[in-house]
């Protein structure tokens, strides 16, 4: 069992890895009140009848991530007569930990909730640092706030019930963690990938305390996304603009990610920021998986539109977390006429 505190501020919560940790948030949740479980239909046929809370089942992935579904949420958690010392606890992937956070943090100004990640993506990135939020038609997490977890339980084994594109789905996030601040992770990463995929019960628990120590450590710097947590966004800018494009059912969060940190590898590349060798490292370790790498066919100015949209922009530019080499990335604003410019070099 490892446990990894998240320092903040004005207060301080773990992650707890390993054997037993559902059995922690339990104990957790014995100090409310009430309780009240979010998860979704695919985790609630495997691990729903384990708790034995009033349950709101939601529908899987990006298309359960909007205001509706939120409100129908508040609305039972109105039903169930939730007071302001009350827990929800949210059990599943980033889908249902963004929707359960933003439903607590909106609830009577305010109510505690506990992260349960059943995801590789959920477990080494979404369920920690308090981003929650909901998805518009004009882009992802436009509505949201920040709400700090009490509490981030992880079991390692639910990663067995994954089919292989899910875990392939988490390891964008993983790779990211190597590519902006940690050469050595990165270097385990490149040995140790293939492991990682079959998940061999020592890489995979490695790989999450290696993550989560790493997320914990920027969220405690940076809180509220201002400074230092930014570069949590490689491979986002264009990876969201791609879930946008595509309705969010032509790739999977990750997918997007492995595809967008590809081609801003490219961009910083072609900028001169990145040299030909780290470039052909990234493009290496990424090209491992079996993605459709092209995006040629969509749309230019459906996805300059999206990215324009995107919360870390600055006075009209457009915001890109670039890497210089495999363990440093530094931000690059470029406005819509230069992306322009270089889109179609990059893309080809």
Not at 168 to 173: D, K, P, R, S, T
Not at 196 to 218: G, H, N, R, Y
Not at 336 to 348: G, L, N, T
Request: charged letters at 20%; glycine letters at 10%; hydrophobic letters at 40%.
């Amino acid at each position: 069992m490892e446990i990894i505190t998240v320092e903040l501020l004005d207060r301080q919560y773990t992650i707890t890895i390993g054997d037993g940790a559902w059995d922690q948030a339990l104990a957790c949740a014995e100090m409310y009140d009430k309780v009240f479980l979010i998860t979704d239909e695919n985790v609630a046929g495997l691990y729903g009848s384990q708790f034995s809370y009033p349950q709101y089942v939601m529908t899987p992935g990006e298309e359960g991530k909007t205001m509706e579904t939120a409100l129908a949420i508040l609305d039972e958690m109105v039903r169930h007569s939730l007071t302001r010392n009350s827990l929800v606890l949210a059990l599943g992937g980033g889908v249902v930990g963004d929707v359960a956070g933003f439903c607590g943090s909106v609830y009577m100004r305010g109510i505690d909730y506990v992260q349960i990640p059943t995801t590789l993506l959920a477990q080494v990135d979404s369920s920690i640092g308090g981003k929650t939020g909901v998805n518009t038609v004009y882009g992802k997490n436009l509505i949201g706030t920040f709400h700090q977890p009490q509490g981030v339980y992880i079991d390692p084994a639910v990663l067995n019930t994954l089919p292989k594109k899910e875990v392939v789905n988490g390891l964008g996030e993983v790779i990211k963690y190597g590519i902006i601040g940690d050469p050595d992770f990165f270097e385990y990463l490149k040995n140790h990938l293939h492991e990682l995929l079959e998940l061999k019960p020592q890489v995979v628990f490695d790989v999450l305390c290696q993550c989560c120590s790493i997320k914990a450590q920027i969220v405690a710097e940076d809180e509220k996304d201002q400074g230092e947590r930014k570069i949590l966004n490689f491979g986002h800018t264009i990876g969201h603009a791609l879930e946008a494009v595509t309705e969010y059912k032509g790739y999977t969060h990750g997918e997007a990610v492995l595809i967008g940190m590809l081609y801003e590898a490219r961009l910083a590349n072609a900028l001169g920021l990145l040299p030909g060798y780290g470039y052909e490292e990234i493009r290496e370790v990424l090209e491992t998986f079996d993605l459709n790498w092209s995006i040629q066919h969509l749309p230019e100015e459906a996805i300059f539109h999206v990215m324009m949209q995107d919360k870390k922009n600055c006075d009209g530019q457009i915001s890109f977390i670039l890497p210089i080499q495999p363990g440093q990335v530094q931000e690059m604003l470029l406005t819509p006429e230069q992306m322009r410019r270089w889109w179609r070099r990059i893309v080809s």
